[in-house]
């Protein structure tokens, strides 16, 4: 009796040590440890951050902005006025992602890529990465064909390099260095190139709540305002619902950026939210 408990014991052993050290290599792994979740969604407030849809995912937003706050009363303080951007991001694959959209009182239909070169690693690479390139094209009417209208004047572009790093469980700081291209400019002399650079953040507040922010300061045409957006993010299960307050009530980049004319100071504050909606494709 004594021989086959110490046999039982042996076996037993053997079989927990065994079972540890292929518990030990399937600890192991390969693949680097990435900083997920820099910001709630595709937008810090206007601009866009460097989170992509997943791979397979349909993303489903609308953008509403209205009026300004200083518009009085009578205009219930901008609400009376209002303008909206729906569109569509996909996630082709994990570090690639297009949309498509379209702004109600601009007449304008954008289309957009994104492109994730690197991920923020833990204890490894610093920042996250992101090229972002947007295009946008003004629609117009058949009345308004004149002979020298010129097909190519009505586009405009957007280039972003997006870096963000997740400095700790709560904070997250973005750079967004940003040129904006216009085939046609309004006056002979003004550049056809506009050079901004956009700093943007999130603080968590609680686990479904944060705030954002961001800035775009304006290095070479200094007759269109400095943009200041403010936020609160609010996840609820598959949708993410942001309100916002900002100086511009546009809400694609080539125009928020580069065609603000409104200034917090004089009450020129615009109040909107957006919500988004996630759909798994396959």
């Not at 082709?92 to 109600?104: F, K, P, Q």
């Not at 609010?234 to 900002?246: A, N, P, R």
């Not at 917090?264 to 919500?275: A, V």
Request: overall charge neutral.
């Amino acid at each position: 009796m004594r021989r086959f408990i110490l046999i039982v014991a042996l076996l037993t052993s053997s079989f927990a040590n065994a079972q540890d050290n292929l518990l030990g290599m399937l600890a192991v792994s390969d693949e680097p440890n990435y900083i997920g979740y820099l910001f709630k969604g595709t937008k810090i407030v206007n601009a866009q951050s460097v989170e992509l849809p997943a791979q397979g995912v349909l993303q489903f937003n609308i953008q509403h902005r209205f009026g300004t706050l200083n518009s009085g009363i009578y205009n219930l303080y901008g609400l009376d006025f209002s303008q909206v951007r729906l569109s569509f991001d996909y996630g082709i694959e994990d570090w690639l992602a297009v949309s498509i959209g379209r702004s109600s009182s601009l007449k304008v239909i954008d289309a957009n890529s994104k492109i994730r070169l690197k991920r923020q690693v833990k204890e490894g690479f610093p920042v996250t990465i992101v090229l972002n390139s947007a295009a946008y094209l003004k629609q117009w009417q058949d009345n308004q064909v004149q002979e020298y209208f010129v097909f190519a004047n009505q586009l405009s572009y957007t280039h972003q390099i997006l870096l963000a790093r997740k400095i700790n469980r709560d904070l997250t700081l973005q750079l967004s260095p940003t040129i904006v291209h216009y085939n046609l400019v309004e006056m002979q002399k003004e550049s056809h190139d506009r050079y901004s650079l956009g700093i943007g953040g999130r603080q968590k507040l609680t686990q479904r709540i944060s705030l954002n922010a961001e800035y775009f300061y304006q290095l070479n045409e200094r007759r269109n305002n400095n943009i200041l957006s403010l936020g609160f993010d609010i996840e609820t299960g598959g949708h993410v619902f942001q309100l916002h307050l900002s100086n511009s009530p546009a809400m694609i980049d080539s125009e928020f950026i580069t065609q603000t004319t409104g200034e917090w100071l004089k009450g020129d504050i615009y109040f909107g939210f957006n919500i988004s909606r996630v759909f798994t494709i396959y």
